[in-house]
Structure formats: structure tokens, C-alpha cells
């Protein structure tokens, strides 16, 4: 049995856990003050605390480690991610994904699916963001299918920059095998997202970032993501990606039902400040308040808060309450992987049990069950 506070109504709560999965849930003890909440759930991921899933030669062995660091912050599920690289580079990565979950039943829990960011997305300098130019190539379900055939069909998201020609064929062709599609890294016009969306897609992949830094006031691709409701778009609230303002009026936009949080964590996440060379990026310094930009340049070089910190930063920067955070980052990203992050009897015991009060800038993790049972 594990215990904490409901976030949305406050109530104690004690519930039960049997093979694996919610049992029941009942009035817990009064004076209760630790908050409960369902595992959450990040569908973007690169890394963290020294664990690179795209420095080359990925091995099983560092997507097990992954999988634990990110467990004790409080993740229980999440989409090992793979940006845009060499065919032969994403299929031996996505291998070594599938042979990770081959072997132990709780990584494989943790990971439903992977999300492949890349690399059919724009090449042009601002949207490409940190991914290699010469990388960077037009959709093909054939090698899509290739990707699948290395990992045993593990693939569950892809994100695209729609400007390609042949993009709503694909988005299509991805969407009839089951695979969600994602809006990101893009310089499209809003026809081309217009169709995109058409076809299928259905996500924006951390709206607001991966775009050019100067864009005409109207139309840009952002108001159009924003503005179709069949699109729903991931933020990252680390404090650095988006302005304060930004994300309020984003979230105010898309409404909470359309928004999700996710880390784009990078490997150098959870690692002391300092000065770091990494195969992507190059020369980079991680500084004391979590951003991870590249040495001597305003540019960001990636993520490094775990979702835990974003959760209790996006509460004071979007002005939301803990719930709704916590609502961002467990059942809304849940709806992409199956129906996670939900606590409710007959789910999976995936639960957090945490520390927060207003004002705190990160969840305090006391007790982290996966399948019901408190893991190393």
C-alpha cells in the first residue's frame, strides 16, 4: 500500500497494489502531507545523467541505466528518442532499444515505444536546431519500414517538418501502421501543416523551439499549430526553451486538453555545471541553473531538467495549479502511449509518491513504484 494526498482535490488517499496494478483506492490517513500521483510520463528523451542514447554504439546496457535514473526522478514511462542521423546509426540504435526490452520486463514496461525525431526536418539553419544538416533527407516509407524491422516494430512516434514533398503520403502511411506523427523542427508554410494535419499528425513536437529565431508576425508556422485543435503540441517548461509569458499564452492557446510537457532531456542532464565536449553539439557548458547552451554563444544546446523540475517550474511560470501540472506530464502524454499516467483501479501501479509546496522549483521524489513495486 502506498500513500499521499490527491493533487487535484486534496483528499488522503491509500492505495492498494496487487499483481502490478491498481488494486483499490481508499481514504487515507488524515494529516497526510506527501502528494500521490500516477508515474509520469516524458515521450522525449535523449538522455540523462550521462546516459546518450545518440553518441553512436548504443548498447542495452546504458538504455537499462537510463531506464533506472529516470525512474527515480518519478518517470515510470518513456520514449527513448533518437534524433536525425544515418540509416544504419538509427536501425543499430533501435536495436539496441529492442534487445534492452528483450531482456527485462520492467524496461520494457518503461518504454512502450521510441520516438524517432528525424530526420525527414527542415535543413535550414533555426529549425534544424543542433540536428547534423547532412543527415537530414526526405520521408521514405521503405526505410521507415527498415527502421521497424530492426526493433520488431518499436517505433511509435516520429517528428517531421511537413515542407518535404510526399509528407502527407507518408504521414498517412505511418498513421495506417499505427504510429503517431509529430509537427516539429519545421519552416513549413500553413498549407503544408494544413495538410500534414489532413493526412494525420496529430502532435507539435516542443512548439515554440526548433524554429527559425526570426519569424514574419503572421502567418508562421507557429499561430498555425496553434491554431488547429486537432494538433496537440509539447512544451518544454525548463525555464530556458520558452519565456515565461510564452508558455502561459501557449497553453492559454492550445487549452490543457491539447498541451503535454515533455524533458528533451540530453545525456548531460543531472550532471555537475561545467564545460563539455558531446558528439552533437560540440563545445557546451551546462551552467548552475540547468541551461545547457553551446560555450560562448546565446544558443541553446539542448535540455538538461528532468520532467520532475519542469512539472514544478510549468506551475509558477504558466500559472497553473499543481494538478494541471502534473495533468501535462502524466495522463495528456499517457494518451500517446496506450493510456498511461493515469491513477486509477485497474491501471498499471506506476505511482509517485512527492514532496511539493507552492513556490518549490522541483518535486522532492520520496517512493516511486513501477508495476507496484519499488524499484532500485
Request: include cysteine.
Amino acid at each position: 500500500m502506498i500513500t499521499g494526498r490527491d493533487p487535484a482535490s486534496g483528499r488522503s488517499l491509500a492505495v492498494t497494489v496487487a499483481d502490478g496494478r491498481v488494486a483499490a483506492i481508499e481514504d487515507g490517513p488524515a494529516g497526510e502531507t506527501a502528494w500521490l500521483s500516477a508515474g509520469l510520463v516524458d515521450l522525449q528523451v535523449n538522455g540523462f545523467a550521462g546516459h546518450d542514447l545518440n553518441g553512436g554504439g548504443l548498447v542495452p546496457e546504458t538504455v537499462a541505466r537510463l531506464a533506472a535514473v529516470l525512474r527515480r526522478d518519478g518517470v515510470t514511462t518513456f520514449l527513448p528518442t533518437l534524433i536525425t542521423a544515418s540509416e544504419a546509426s538509427i536501425t543499430a540504435a533501435l536495436a539496441a532499444i529492442a534487445a534492452a526490452r528483450a531482456v527485462d520486463p520492467l524496461v520494457a514496461h518503461a518504454i512502450p515505444a521510441v520516438h524517432v525525431e528525424g530526420p525527414h526536418i527542415s535543413p535550414e539553419d533555426g529549425p534544424r536546431g543542433a540536428h547534423p544538416r547532412d543527415q537530414v533527407r526526405p520521408p521514405d516509407l521503405a526505410e521507415f519500414d527498415r527502421w521497424q524491422a530492426a526493433c520488431d516494430g518499436l517505433v511509435g512516434l516520429v517528428t517531421l517538418s511537413p515542407h518535404h514533398d510526399g509528407a502527407p503520403d507518408y504521414i498517412r502511411g505511418l498513421v495506417a501502421r499505427g504510429v503517431h506523427v509529430s509537427i516539429g523542427h519545421t519552416d513549413a508554410s500553413p498549407a503544408q501543416i494544413a495538410a500534414a494535419v489532413a493526412a494525420g499528425a496529430a502532435l507539435s513536437t516542443h512548439l515554440g523551439n526548433g524554429i527559425a529565431a526570426t519569424l514574419p508576425r503572421h502567418p508562421n508556422p507557429i499561430w498555425s499549430q496553434l491554431a488547429e485543435d486537432r494538433l496537440t503540441a509539447s512544451f518544454i517548461a525548463d525555464g530556458h526553451h520558452l519565456p515565461a509569458e510564452v508558455l502561459k499564452a501557449m497553453l492559454r492557446a492550445k487549452g490543457l486538453d491539447r498541451a503535454v510537457l515533455v524533458s528533451d532531456a540530453a545525456a548531460l542532464g543531472g550532471l555537475a555545471p561545467g564545460l563539455y565536449d558531446q558528439p552533437i553539439g560540440g563545445r557546451v557548458e551546462l551552467t548552475v541553473d540547468g541551461r545547457l547552451g553551446l560555450a560562448g554563444t546565446p544558443f541553446l544546446a539542448g535540455a538538461a531538467r528532468p520532467l520532475k523540475q519542469d512539472v514544478a517550474l510549468a506551475i509558477d511560470m504558466a500559472s497553473i495549479s499543481l494538478a494541471d501540472a502534473l495533468r501535462l506530464a502524466t495522463v495528456n502524454t499517457g494518451r500517446f502511449v496506450g493510456g498511461r499516467g493515469v491513477l486509477a483501479v485497474g491501471a498499471p501501479a506506476d505511482l509517485v509518491r512527492f514532496r511539493w509546496a507552492p513556490g518549490d522549483r522541483d518535486l522532492g521524489i520520496d517512493t516511486v513504484l513501477a508495476l507496484g513495486e519499488e524499484r532500485a
